[in-house]
């Protein structure tokens, strides 16, 4: 049986009146957390939701969050977490393309999905974390109706879709990353054994549950091995420290600019953090003055940095204990069961220290790409996935990634790509050209920069080209800076030149 769901049933027959998710002063145990998933389960096959459907989860950090995942995978469903700092116009893109059948959200965002919901033909069902209102049936009230029943996991594959994830990748649009049941299950043990995660260990989840950092970083492995889940609705550095000085977490994720601002709350020294052994981070290399910083504010933590993808449910590689600060720089050893290699041009392995494409096997790795047959094929070659970031290993078998993937930004922990805000930028009537990289920021770690080039006699008008952005795109893939240049840098062929615009950005005002 490869249901995760499952996990839920091994959990509440062994330890129904231990903790396992706390949210604010409420806290779920085992077996509560079982008797709301099953009642949510057998609410929603009432409404129609069964095997093989989609289920879309546009919600801040709740409870209601996991219980829905494990609920949609009991009937054999898979689910799909949607970024709340998407524009609806990017909403109603994927949820059209993953044709979605039902979505879970709350009031903030209630009247953003009544306005596309016409757009949206597979969608046939609205649930709401509220009182129910016109069009839109309440989520609370589905559980309070249902609780009692139980409803048998489907019988699933280690191939059955569990989630869909959509990245940004580097394409004009996301794409939609297909993980199943094996996949997760095998990312959770590999964490577990990496991590040596017991029930006795619980996990601060401060990052949002959309992202594979906030719920699988070890967020699900915690929960499989029978441990504890802190819900934080959103980040704040001073409500993370608060609840790791109260509640005594033992391990938490923190992507690159999460860490920072815990690092910048002026009473850190007075918060006791010694219950924190893990911290795992990733995504931008940590120089050592900054992982001492940590250690410092941390005692008792090994700050292990990480290289994962949302095509590998994450966690792939991660720094151990013994090389926090003798391999600064570096992202670790693969997870087990997983194996990584360096690959030249023509996909042949190269020597220990030389730079090459970074390529993962294993069964914690996708399937493919949702409905992409051609994106599929160019990342899953010879029985490897071709991750597009350019790395090396040293003699060790430790990895370092040396480049992120071609022209991605990276902006507060979240993936940009810039071909997707070219494609807003090349709508604007104005715009006859344009190119977008990112720079340095000093809170965000990047941000998008664009170049563009008008037509002939067009003014430039910055407020009313970030609105005209605003309106296509959320907010932090806006561009932060715009430049009008007579003409973009372009190879003979034809490409657009980056990297020199990279270097005219750098080089500041000429």
């Known amino acids: 049986m490869f249901n995760f769901a499952t996990v839920l049933d091994h959990n509440a027959a062994r330890r129904p009146d231990e903790p ?52 949609v995978n009991r009937l054999g469903a898979a689910f799909l977490p949607l970024n709340y700092r ?48 016109d069009g839109w049936t309440s989520l609370p009230a589905v559980v309070q ?55 006795a260990d619980t996990t601060l989840v401060c990052g949002p549950l959309y992202h594979v950092g906030g719920l699988d970083l070890p967020g699900l492995g915690t929960l499989h091995a029978g441990g504890h889940l802190i819900l934080v609705r959103k980040f704040d550095p001073r409500e993370v420290l608060d609840t790791i000085a109260r509640a005594r977490p033992t391990n938490i994720w923190l992507a690159p600019a999460m860490m920072n601002a815990v690092l910048q709350v002026p009473e850190l020294v007075d918060y006791d953090t010694s219950s924190i ?18 250690l410092r504010a941390f005692p008792n933590a090994w700050f292990s940095d990480a290289y994962g993808l949302t095509e590998t449910v994450s966690g792939d590689t991660f720094n151990d204990y013994d090389h926090m600060l003798s391999k600064v720089g570096s992202v670790g050893r693969p997870v087990l069961h997983l194996e990584v290699r360096i690959l030249d041009e023509h996909g042949a ?70 071909p997707e805000v070219e494609r807003v930028l090349y709508e604007h009537p104005d715009i006859v050209e344009a190119a977008v990289i990112g720079i340095a920021h000093q809170r965000w770690g990047e941000v998008p ?38 003409t973009l840098p372009r190879t003979p062929s034809g490409k657009v030149l980056k990297r020199t615009l990279r270097d005219q950005h750098s080089a500041g005002p000429q």
């Open 86 to 133: 998407l524009s609806p116009a990017e909403w109603q893109y994927i949820l059209n393309h993953a044709q979605a059948a039902a979505i879970l959200t709350e009031p903030e965002f209630r009247d953003a999905v009544d306005g596309i919901a016409e757009q949206l033909p597979s969608l046939r069902q609205r649930l709401l974390l509220g009182d129910p209102t």
């Open 349 to 418: 392995p190269v020597a220990p220290g030389e730079l090459g494409e970074i390529a993962l096997r294993g069964p914690k790795v996708f399937s493919g790409y949702w409905r992409d047959d051609e994106a599929t094929a160019r990342a899953l070659r010879d029985g490897w996935f071709h991750t597009g970031d350019v790395g090396r290993l040293d003699a060790d078998g430790y990895l370092y990634v040396e480049d992120r993937k071609k022209d991605m930004i990276v902006s507060g922990g979240e993936n940009i790509a810039t």
């Open 20 to 71: 396992a998710i706390s949210f604010g002063k409420h806290t779920l145990t085992h077996g509560e957390l079982d008797q709301r998933v099953n009642a949510l389960a057998a609410g929603l096959s009432e409404l129609g939701i069964g095997a093989d459907d989609v289920v879309a989860l546009l919600l801040y950090n709740y409870p209601e969050f996991i219980e829905t995942v494990f609920a």
């Open 449 to 486: 920069k664009a170049y563009v080039v008008l037509k002939e006699g067009a003014v430039h008008d910055p407020t009313a080209l970030h609105e005209f952005c605003r309106e296509r795109l959320a907010k932090f893939k806006v561009p932060a800076e715009v430049e009008v240049l007579d």
């Open 145 to 199: 109706n249902n609780l009692g029943k139980r409803v048998a996991a489907a019988t699933v594959g280690e191939d059955t879709l569990q989630r869909l994830m959509y990245t940004s990748g580097t394409t004009s649009r996301p794409k939609g990353v297909c993980l199943s049941h094996g996949n997760v299950i095998w990312k959770d043990l590999g964490h577990i054994i990496e991590f040596g995660i017991t029930s």
């Open 277 to 294: 052994r893990f911290i795992i981070g990733g995504g931008e290399k940590m120089p050592e003055p900054l992982i001492t910083k940590i």
